[in-house]
């Protein structure tokens, strides 16, 4: 009976032998698979930021140089408002022709903007930036402004 037992001992581990082989197979299987979506994930999270940095640095250059122009306008603008003071208008006038603030017209009429940091002043600019933000563009102009915005009067 010693034969028999062993025997039929070396089957039994055999058949689980071959049982935890293919059970061992797949978790190898499954773990590669796992292991190969990992590395895709990465991969693209990878390219997706640097898509997204590049666009980031695209976008602060769009801005910084819409900035510079935006400054170069807002001298023009506050060029304007000292022409019509020179043409005997006072603050509440011009402020109200503008649609700004009394203290916008005296910060831009004050400035000389004719330098090239003109505007860039603590009050200089945010004076003009903040008069000339609000601004709508007038029906008719090409700043994709709306239809039904109240014109700009132009000087």
Do not use: W
């Not at 062993?6 to 773990?31: C, G, I, P, S, V």
């Not at 990465?42 to 695209?58: L, S, V």
Request: aromatic share 2%; charged share 30%; net charge positive.
């Amino acid at each position: 009976m010693g034969q028999r037992t062993t025997a039929t001992r070396a089957a039994a581990l055999r058949k689980a032998r071959e049982a935890k082989a293919a059970q061992d197979a797949e978790r190898l299987r499954r773990e590669a698979e796992i292991e190969q979506a990992l590395a895709d994930f990465y991969e693209a999270a990878g390219r997706a930021a640097q898509i997204r940095h590049a666009a980031q640095q695209r976008a602060d250059k769009a801005i910084a140089d819409a900035e510079q122009h935006a400054r170069q306008v807002d001298a023009e603008a506050g060029r304007a408002v000292r022409r019509l003071r020179t043409l005997g208008q006072t603050n509440a006038q011009i402020a109200q022709l503008c649609q700004i603030s009394v203290a916008a017209v005296r910060s831009m009429a004050n400035d000389p903007g004719d330098s090239p940091d003109a505007g860039n002043g603590p009050a200089g600019r945010d004076m003009a930036m903040s008069a000339t933000a609000g601004l709508r563009v007038g029906a008719g102009d090409d700043g994709g402004g709306r239809d039904d915005a109240a014109p700009v009067t132009r000087i």
